[in-house]
């Protein structure tokens, strides 16, 4: 039983660490003109994976999707800041860098990216209840967009 935890789990950060890779690549194409993404956003991805996807056994399916999406904003803006400030400020890997951007700390996270982390959010947390239903039987998800009662 546990070897069959540990083969979801790595299956699930490997998921979410290429998926996050992806994103990453197709945005920085798209709005920056540059197709670089690092291996430490490979880990970052499935660690942040990882979480999304235990939002729901820490809470419950009753907290909405749209609270759901703003704790995992706050998780992968801890999480970048944390990443940040270890390779690019302590290790000096400069892998990313939004001291140019409005409302940045340290140019290791910023208000726009936190917010854009709302929406990754709900990819990366619908992907992980598909991945979870489909691939190891677990939970059908039952979503709420949003439970007023949470308030």
């Given at each position: 039983m546990k070897l069959y935890k540990f083969f979801k789990m790595l299956s699930l950060f490997?998921?979410?660490?290429?998926?996050?890779?992806?994103?990453?690549?197709?945005f920085t194409t798209l709005f920056f003109d540059n197709t670089?993404?690092?291996i430490v956003s490979y880990f970052q991805g499935g660690v942040i994976f990882l979480i999304l996807g235990m939002i729901n056994n820490w809470f419950s399916w009753e907290l909405g999707l749209v609270w759901q999406c703003?704790?995992?904003?706050?998780?992968?803006?801890?999480?970048e800041l944390v990443t940040g400030l270890?390779?690019?400020?302590?290790l000096g890997l400069h892998i990313w860098d939004y001291s140019g951007?409005?409302?940045?700390?340290m140019g290791q996270i910023c208000l726009e990216f936190s917010l854009y982390w709302?929406?990754?959010?709900?990819?990366?947390?619908?992907?992980?209840?598909?991945?979870?239903?489909?691939?190891?039987?677990?939970?059908k998800?039952?979503?709420?967009i949003i439970n007023l009662k949470n308030l």
């Open positions: 490997v998921y979410g660490g290429s998926i996050f890779c992806l994103i990453e690549l197709i670089f993404t690092h703003l704790l995992g904003s706050v998780f992968i803006t801890a999480i270890f390779f690019n400020v302590w951007m409005p409302l940045s700390f709302v929406f990754v959010s709900a990819l990366g947390i619908i992907l992980d209840d598909f991945l979870r239903y489909t691939l190891f039987k677990e939970q998800p039952k979503y709420k």
